[in-house]
Nanobody, 120 residues
Framework: QVQLVESGGGLVQPGGSLRLSCAAS????????MVWYRQAPGKHRELVAT???????NYADSVKGRFTIFRDNAKNTVYLQMNTLQPTDTGVYYC??????????????WGTGTQVTVSS
């Protein structure tokens, strides 16, 4: 059984920063891509940032230059450093990881989300 647990969300003023973490635990052979999504109230879930097992990254245009995704493979953890936060960044942030429990079984797992609220 594999679990993803996010942490680091909270209330922050516009212009502030937060760092989100997402730790994977359980029966893990290896982890491929790790992805952060977010869902604002009344909107669809959108992709925020992706990092491959080799460290290649990709970002939504709305967060480029402000957010940084990185991972610690030894800890099976992905992070999202969010700077210069804006009210439009408010939402529930979810991580997704493509995990191999064995060399032959690959699944996508989701965390339960962490709330980020940007407001003065």
């Amino acid at each position: 059984q594999v679990q993803l647990v996010e942490s680091g969300g909270g209330l922050v003023q516009p212009g502030g920063s937060l760092r989100l973490s997402c730790a994977a635990s359980g029966s893990i052979f290896s982890i491929n891509a790790m992805v952060w999504y977010r869902q604002a109230p009344g909107k669809h879930r959108e992709l925020v940032a992706t990092i491959t097992s080799g460290g290649s990254t990709n970002y939504a245009d709305s967060v480029k230059g402000r957010f940084t995704i990185f991972r610690d493979n030894a800890k099976n953890t992905v992070y999202l450093q969010m700077n210069t936060l804006q009210p439009t960044d408010t939402g529930v942030y979810y991580c997704k990881a493509t995990i191999l429990a064995t060399p032959w079984h690959e699944y996508n797992y989701w965390g339960t989300g962490t709330q980020v609220t940007v407001s003065s």
